[in-house]
């Protein structure tokens, strides 16, 4: 079971949030073999400016916590959902950089 608590977030999180990030998590680390920190600090990163996730109405609610895995390790701007990359002129993926 991961130690992951409110106070690693950059941001203001809930019971519900947290257990949320928590699912986010172990996709990352499932999906992209990294370690939870590192999850944890990509998704921070990420969010660097994002104030809470808060209440059941909360955006992050709208996507699958597979969804921010690869939002989060690779950017929203890598298109990582498109298939056949090559054939749709992308090139390949590659996670975002991530400094301790």
Do not use: C
Not at 17 to 22: A, C, E, N, R, V
Not at 55 to 76: L, M, N
């Amino acid at each position: 079971m991961m130690n992951i608590k409110e106070e690693d977030f950059t941001f203001d999180t809930d019971g519900e949030s947290i257990q949320y990030l928590k699912e986010i998590v172990e996709k990352m680390m499932l999906e992209h073999g990294i370690l939870s920190k590192e999850a944890v600090g990509r998704i921070n990163k990420v969010w660097l400016k994002v104030g809470s996730v808060k209440g059941e109405g909360d955006p992050i609610y709208r996507e699958s916590p597979v969804y921010w895995a690869y939002h989060f390790y690779y950017g929203k701007d890598s298109f990582w959902w498109v298939e056949r990359r090559e054939e749709n002129n992308l090139p390949p993926l590659k996670p975002l950089p991530y400094l301790k």
